[in-house]
């Protein structure tokens, strides 16, 4: 991948990036996504130098042209991640082909609606049903998709891959009537186990335990008495980092096919 072509990607997403913003703030708020942006303190309509991803941020000081309002620095921010988050995938799922140019499409939707369960989570603690549902038929529909032809008949291994990694979620959902893990979690699961298979979905939720631990450890210690027992801590930022490290930079902490072997040969 060029310069040129990771400066588009980046360019794109970050574009991307600005309207994912509008949707996590407007979702569920009764605002329709259509319409001209709007400072949300004095609600002056924003041009389009002032809606330009990153640098309209950088150059406005983080302010508003008009009431000279702190911007959020979400705005900048997700658009940074949604540009970082095409060029990677551009890289790993490069469009060479019909087939990989439809897989890396596949690729950039499932990224978006990542990005903004992350955010929306990250706000409301919840991860809304229209959008992990979404993910988790895109993640089923690569199932469908080889790499040399269109059309690929999955195994029975693969396609059980997401209720395997869901089921766990599920389970504590049950037990703990929802106060340890949300039932978005477990959706979320489903579709990482759909997309990554039954390897990498397991590594993916192993990495984000490990990465939700030491995050909660390094809040305890920061915090001291403003952290509460009963505090909600949103874990579906965690499993979309998961899925991210091994889906893009192919980090396996446990393989089952080595297990598998050492468990052979014991028995043998």
Avoid at 126 to 148: E, H, K, M, N, R
Avoid at 217 to 242: A, C, D, H, M
Wanted: glycine share 10%.
């Amino acid at each position: 991948m060029d310069i040129y072509s990771t400066i588009v990607a980046f360019l794109f997403g970050s574009i991307v990036g600005s309207f994912l913003n509008v949707v996590s703030l407007r979702f569920n708020t009764g605002m329709t996504l259509g319409g001209r942006s709007k400072c949300m303190s004095c609600g002056k309509t924003l041009t389009w130098l002032e809606l330009f991803p990153i640098l309209s941020f950088l150059a406005q000081q983080g302010k508003c042209k008009g009431c000279k309002s702190k911007i959020s620095w979400q705005y900048p921010l997700v658009e940074f991640m949604a540009g970082a988050i095409f060029v990677m995938i551009f890289f790993v799922f490069p469009p060479t082909t019909y087939v990989t140019s439809l897989l890396t499409i596949i690729q950039m939707i499932i990224g978006c609606l990542l990005l903004v369960m992350t955010v929306y989570d990250i706000k409301h603690k919840i991860i809304p049903d229209q959008f992990v549902y979404t993910f988790c038929i895109f993640a089923l529909a690569s199932l469908f998709l080889g790499g040399v032809s269109w059309w690929h008949v999955p195994t029975f291994t693969q396609l059980m891959a997401g209720p395997i990694i869901a089921l766990p979620f599920v389970l504590l959902w049950l037990v703990s009537r929802g106060t340890w893990m949300g039932l978005g979690d477990g959706k979320l699961a489903l579709g990482i186990g759909w997309l990554l298979g039954l390897n990498g979905g397991l590594n993916a939720v192993i990495l984000a335990f490990w990465i939700g631990a030491a995050v909660s450890v390094i809040w305890l210690l920061w915090s001291q008495k403003k952290f509460k027992p009963r505090t909600e801590i949103p874990f579906g930022p965690y499993l979309v980092i998961g899925l991210y490290l091994v889906l893009l930079f192919k980090i396996i902490v446990i393989d089952l096919n080595v297990v598998k072997n050492i468990i052979a040969v014991y028995i043998v």
